[in-house]
């Protein structure tokens, strides 16, 4: 394959829950090569595991179906391909999905699945936490352990051809970073090229954050038509440098501003942002401003990969209760303050850290009746966690009973319980994580699986006679 002198990467997605109007909007006219959906976060993928666990044919992105619903068709009009770390705790469900949302809309659709993030197996519960240096076993029930996968674990399925490629958890950047390792043939040892690509991956990563979503500051940093913000994309060069951009009369901008701020989003060392791929050195990025919502980027630096791999560790870290009352008219807040005061007292002795919040100023009755300064309404808010299901349950009981129990003028009780996941982070050897593909057709009910140390042509497929029973990928378990 001859390498390609430019390539142009959208981002259609900076978090799970993100808008998908704008993705759309990209891939209906943004004249994209590649579209990106980063959808994960450390409690994503752990909360996905918790929904896995519960119903195991779960776990992928909730907003899979949508996303693929509004894009496949666009993706076969237009020839870019997508690549998204959708898969969360269950990539090759995640797979499995689209290829039959593809079926459904009637389009032949190809789909890589990338597997080996999941180290739960692999895990040595004595290993100790980057946080607080105590083992990972020390805090409680473990539910997910998912190693920061690199874009070299992407490049075999970008090479089989697929027009999807699903993941699990991967390093933001990487999900950007490897179409160019692919289209422009870098290699996996070039620091230089790789810290360039890793910059654009990281600028690109939180989709609308790089237009002025975040930034926005009214009267200090104003962002024209929020409502309508476009997403970026970037026309990257072979030489790693880019120039990013977006749709024309989307909403939105794409500054000098806007860019720095997300340069340094979520980089403590901006000398040595440490990624699965290189540790790159942003401190000679050099960003020139081309007018009209393009800005370029060049001068990236950086140094050879870690021996390790960051891994993400979920755990099972108890319940949260919460419950929440309003009081309403004059002398309110004296009133949610006794309110908040009374459950205390008789949550404090069994429940640490019991949270009291005064909340509210016109959701009541959508006016304080010209009292500003003192307020016609308040909102009581009680949290606690608690060990076990029946202990946080009491929070939302006792506010509950502040109805007759408490001030007087409390309504609108409400309760709630839920499932807490902490995280802590650890490093592995990157040696014993073992990656693979799984490859997927609209063509085919097989399943079939290629190890990721398999040269570009895709060879030796393993074929799975049920499509739905996972393949075993070097001896681990089904995903």
Not at 153 to 173: H, K, N, Y
Not at 252 to 278: C, F, H, S, W
Request: with cysteine; proline share 6%; hydrophobic share 40%.
């Amino acid at each position: 394959m001859t390498p390609q002198k430019t390539i142009r990467i959208g981002c259609g997605a900076g978090f799970q829950g993100d808008r998908i109007d704008p993705a759309v909007i990209l891939a209906a006219q943004g004249k994209l090569d590649w579209l990106v959906l980063e959808c994960l976060a450390e409690r994503t993928v752990a909360m996905a595991q918790l929904r896995r666990l519960a119903d195991s044919d779960q776990g992928y992105d909730p907003l899979l179906r949508s996303r693929m619903q509004a894009l496949l068709p666009l993706l076969k009009r237009n020839g870019f391909r997508l690549v998204s770390n959708l898969g969360a705790a269950n990539p090759v469900g995640a797979g499995r999905e689209v290829i039959a949302m593809a079926r459904a809309l009637e389009l032949p659709m190809t789909v890589a699945v990338v597997t080996g993030d999941d180290v739960l197996g692999l895990l040595d519960p004595d290993t100790p936490t980057l946080e607080t240096g105590r083992a990972v076993g020390d805090y409680g029930a473990l539910i997910s352990a998912n190693a920061y996968l690199g874009a070299d674990a992407i490049l075999p399925a970008l090479a089989s051809g697929a027009e999807v490629i699903i993941t699990g958890r991967v390093a933001d950047p990487s999900l950007f970073l490897a179409p160019m390792m692919h289209a422009f043939g870098w290699p996996i040892d070039d620091p230089a090229l790789l810290a360039r690509g890793t910059v654009i991956g990281h600028l690109l990563e939180c989709a609308g954050q790089l237009t002025g979503g975040y930034f926005a500051d009214p009267g200090k940093k104003d962002v024209r038509d929020l409502a309508h913000l476009g997403f970026p994309f970037c026309d990257v060069e072979s030489t790693g440098h880019g120039t990013f951009g977006k749709v024309a009369g989307t909403g939105g901008m794409i500054t000098l501003r806007t860019v720095k701020e997300q340069l340094l989003y979520e980089v403590n060392d901006p000398r040595a942002y440490v990624t699965p791929d290189v540790v790159a050195d942003f401190s000679g990025v050099v960003l020139t401003d081309h007018g009209d919502d393009r800005v370029h980027v060049a001068g990236a630096t950086g140094s050879v990969r870690t021996d390790t791999l960051k891994v993400s560790v979920g755990y099972r870290a108890g319940y949260l209760g919460e419950g929440e009352i309003s009081y309403a008219g004059p002398n309110a807040r004296a009133r949610a303050e006794l309110a908040g005061a009374i459950v205390h007292e008789r949550l404090h002795h069994d429940l640490p850290d019991v949270r009291i919040d005064l909340i509210g100023i016109d959701s009541t009755h959508r006016t304080d009746f010209g009292h500003p300064h003192d307020p016609y309404e308040v909102r009581l808010r009680v949290a606690a966690s608690g060990s076990t299901r029946e202990r946080a349950e009491r929070v939302g009981l006792e506010v509950e009973a502040l109805y007759t129990n408490g001030p007087a003028g409390g309504g609108g009780a409400r309760k709630f319980i839920s499932e807490r996941v902490g995280i802590v982070s650890t490093l592995m050897p990157r040696d014993l994580v073992e990656t693979a593909v799984v490859h997927l057709s609209t063509e085919t009910t097989t399943t079939m699986a290629t190890a990721s140390e398999m040269p570009a042509a895709v060879e030796d497929i393993v074929e799975v006679p049920d499509p739905r029973t996972p393949p075993m990928l070097h001896g681990a378990p089904p995903p």
